[in-house]
């Protein structure tokens, strides 16, 4: 990933952080004649041993666990929040006009070895935690035990576990903390702008944190 120091981010818990936030990444695999093959699948992040593991679930039908049952190397991209920039809103339009639309984004990439799982007891378990992490957050969480028991079994046995262990993972936080000051301010209003196309609240906030971080 292109990687301009002012934009990488390294600390783990942060890019824990985002994966457990947008926990869908595009897992990104070789066929063996080197074609490209990209799915989207929720992921569960191990945050032990080492740099953790990433723990999830794909259809038997989705011919890309075979790609990685003998311990491929892989890619999985998760996007966290993202946004359109205007130039109009850089008080250095006004100064110079020597201004030009950008992309505001935050990032992780995560490699490493990866193996398909067949395993009934580890993909039970898998579903249960993925489950649970999401449905935790609601006021009456649904849970696998609610299916009837021959209908989970029947759901098992048409998904195959996939199983990364991080070797590498790379943060990127583009978030206009590469620009002036005053900019940086414009940027931030016209993000909280309530009547603008592109406002984006979340966005606002990781501007000003890493702003303020910048220039403390």
Known sequence: MYQPPHFREDDPATQHALIRAHPLGLLITAEADGAPVANLIPFHLDGAPGKGRLLGHMARANRQWQAIRD?????????????????SWY????????????W??????????????????????????????????????WAVEDAPPPFVEAQLKGIVGVEIAIAEIEGKWKVSQNRPEADIAGV????EDAASAHNNPAMAALVRERGSKRQS
Do not use: C, M
């Open 71 to 87: 311990g491929a190397r892989v890619l999985v991209v998760f996007q966290g929040e993202e946004a359109y920039i205007s130039p």
């Open 104 to 141: 505001n984004y935050a990032v992780v990439q995560v490699r490493g070895p990866a193996r398909a799982i067949e395993d009934r007891d580890w993909l039970r378990h898998q579903v249960g935690l993925i489950t649970g992490e999401h449905e935790g957050k609601r006021a009456a969480p």
């Open 91 to 102: 008080a250095a339009k006004a100064e110079t006009g020597k201004v030009v639309p950008t």
């Open 188 to 191: 931030t209003a016209g993000l």
